[in-house]
C-alpha cells in the first residue's frame, strides 16, 4: 500500500488519469491559439471561440449521458469507447482545413472526452470503494485543477514551435498509450441495470443550452441586441430549457433530477459552480490574448506568462484539503470565491504598461481561487444530500461547470470583440479588455452570495464523510 491506498487502486487511478487529464487540458489548450486560428483560418474571434465553446458543450451534452452509458455498456467499455472517440476527434481536428471544420470535430472530440472523467471516477468507486475514495479524490485533484491552468502554456509552447494542429496531434500518442493500458488493466465492474434513456430530455437541454450560447456568440460579431441572429437563437434556446424543467419532474428518469434542487445548499452549491465556471474559464481566454494583441508578445511568451496561474492553484489544492477538514468546506469555498472577485478587479484596471510582474502576481492570487472554489463547493454540496442521491448530484455539477465555462467563454468573447471592434488606437483596445474583466467581476460576484449559504452544509460534522462522497 502507498499512502494509505492498495497497490491496485494506485494503479486503475494512474491509467483512468492519464485519459481524462487530456480532456480537462484540451478545455484551455487552445486559448493561447485564438488568434493564430483566426489569421490563419481567416475567421473573426465571435466565431473561432466556437472551437472553444463547442468543445465545452460537447462535454456538458455528454456527461449526463454517463451513469446510463456505464449502466448499460458496463464502466470499462464505455471509457475505452470514449477514449478512441476522443483520440479519433484530436486527430480530425489537426487535420482540418477549415474553421467550420475544426469546430465540427472539436464537438466530436468532446463527445469523447465528456464521459471521460465521469466514468473514470465511477470506475474508481467501484474499484477503491467509500473508505479509500476520499484519499483518492486527494491524489487525484492536483492534475484535475492544474490542467485547465497549464493549458495555455502548453498550448503556447507548441503554437510558438510547431504548427497549431499540433495542439491536437500530441493527444494522438497519448491516446492510444491510455487505450492500450485501459484494456490491459482497467477491471470490469457492475453498474446495476441501466433503465430507459430520456431521449427527450437528451434533446431539450442541450439543444436548449446550445441556442442560449449561439445567441451570446452572434452579438459578439458586432451585431446589436435586437438582431434577429442574436434574439431567436437565444429565445428559442431558452424555451427549450423551460421545456426540459417541465418535462424533468414527469419523466421516470430524467436526464438530470432536477428534484435535487429543493435542497437550498445543493442548488446554492449548483449556482456557485456554475458561475464560477463561467467567470474562470470565461476569462482564461482575456490574459493570453491581452499579452498577444497590446503587449505585442508572440504565443510562447503570452503562455507562458498565464503560468503564475498553475502555481497558485498547485499551492492552493493541498491547503484547500486541509483548510476543508479544519475549517470546513463551506468557508473554503466562500474564501476562494472572494479571492476570485479580489483578483478580477486588479485586471479590470489593466493597461498598455501595467507591470507584467504585478499581473503574474495577481495570477497567483486567481490561481489560489481557482483552487479553492470547485471541490470545497462541491464536498459541501455532497454533505447536505442522502447518500441515495449523490448519483445524481454528481454528473449535475459536472454539467454546470461545463456548461458555466461554455457560456461564459462566449459572453466575454462577446464583450470583448464588441468592446473593440471600432478600437483604433492601443489605448481604445486595452478598454476592451478592462471593460470585459468587469463583466467577468459581475459573474464572479454572482458566485459569492450562493457560496455564503455552502457554510450550512458541515453542520459541524467532519468533513472526511462528505470527501469520500464526491466519489461515490
Not at 468587469?438 to 454572482?446: D, F, N, P, R, S
Amino acid at each position: 500500500m502507498r499512502g494509505g491506498l492498495e497497490r491496485r487502486v494506485w494503479i486503475v487511478a494512474s491509467v483512468v488519469v492519464l485519459g481524462f487529464v487530456m480532456s480537462i487540458l484540451d478545455t484551455t489548450i487552445v486559448n493561447v491559439a485564438l488568434r493564430t486560428l483566426a489569421v490563419d483560418l481567416k475567421s473573426p474571434l465571435s466565431k473561432v471561440q466556437w472551437v472553444i465553446t463547442g468543445y465545452m458543450l460537447a462535454l456538458g451534452a455528454t456527461i449526463p449521458l454517463t451513469g446510463w452509458a456505464a449502466r448499460r455498456f458496463g464502466a470499462k467499455p464505455t471509457y475505452l469507447l470514449s477514449l478512441v472517440l476522443f483520440t479519433a476527434g484530436s486527430a480530425a481536428c489537426g487535420m482540418s482545413t477549415s474553421i467550420d471544420q475544426l469546430i465540427g470535430f472539436r464537438v466530436l472530440q468532446g463527445v469523447g472526452g465528456g464521459m471521460l472523467m465521469p466514468v473514470a471516477m465511477i470506475i474508481m468507486a467501484q474499484v477503491a470503494g467509500p473508505k479509500q475514495m476520499g484519499r483518492v479524490m486527494a491524489a487525484i485533484s492536483m492534475p484535475v485543477m492544474v490542467a485547465p491552468i497549464l493549458g495555455p502554456v502548453v498550448g503556447g509552447l507548441i503554437v510558438g514551435n510547431l504548427h497549431w494542429s499540433w495542439i491536437f496531434f500530441v493527444n494522438v500518442p497519448i491516446g492510444v498509450v491510455a487505450l492500450l493500458l485501459g484494456i490491459r488493466l482497467l477491471p470490469h465492474t457492475d453498474s446495476g441495470e441501466a433503465g430507459p434513456l430520456d431521449w427527450l430530455g437528451l434533446l431539450l437541454l442541450p439543444g436548449g443550452v446550445v441556442g442560449v450560447t449561439y445567441g451570446l456568440s452572434e452579438l459578439g460579431s458586432g451585431r446589436g441586441v435586437s438582431d434577429p441572429r442574436v434574439v431567436w437563437p437565444f429565445l428559442a434556446g431558452a424555451v427549450l430549457v423551460v421545456l426540459f424543467c417541465l418535462h424533468a419532474p414527469r419523466a421516470k428518469r430524467p436526464l438530470l433530477d432536477l428534484s435535487l434542487y429543493r435542497n437550498r445548499i445543493f442548488a446554492a452549491a449548483a449556482t456557485s459552480t456554475l458561475a464560477s465556471s463561467a467567470a474562470l474559464f470565461g476569462a482564461m481566454i482575456l490574459i493570453p490574448l491581452y499579452y498577444q494583441v497590446v503587449r505585442h508578445q508572440g504565443v510562447v511568451a503570452a503562455g507562458l506568462l498565464t503560468a503564475p496561474q498553475g502555481i497558485g492553484a498547485m499551492v492552493a489544492m493541498p491547503l484547500a484539503v486541509r483548510l476543508s477538514e479544519r475549517i470546513g468546506a463551506g468557508k473554503v469555498a466562500v474564501l476562494g470565491t472572494a479571492l476570485l472577485c479580489a483578483s478580477t478587479v486588479p485586471l479590470a484596471l489593466i493597461g498598455v504598461r501595467t507591470s507584467i510582474v504585478a499581473i503574474s502576481l495577481v495570477l497567483v492570487v486567481r490561481g489560489l481561487s481557482i483552487g479553492m472554489c470547485f471541490m470545497p463547493a462541491m464536498t459541501a454540496a455532497f454533505a447536505s444530500l442522502e447518500r441515495h442521491q449523490l448519483s445524481d448530484a454528481s454528473p449535475q455539477l459536472n454539467v454546470l461547470q461545463r456548461l458555466g465555462g461554455a457560456v461564459g467563454t462566449a459572453a466575454i468573447a462577446a464583450v470583448l470583440s464588441r468592446s473593440y471592434l471600432h478600437a483604433r488606437t492601443p489605448l481604445a483596445v486595452v478598454h476592451g479588455f478592462d471593460t470585459a474583466y468587469w463583466w467577468a467581476l459581475g459573474i464572479a460576484a454572482l458566485a459569492f452570495v450562493p457560496s455564503l449559504f455552502l457554510v450550512r452544509a458541515e453542520g459541524g460534522a467532519p468533513t472526511a464523510e462528505a470527501f469520500e462522497a464526491v466519489g461515490a
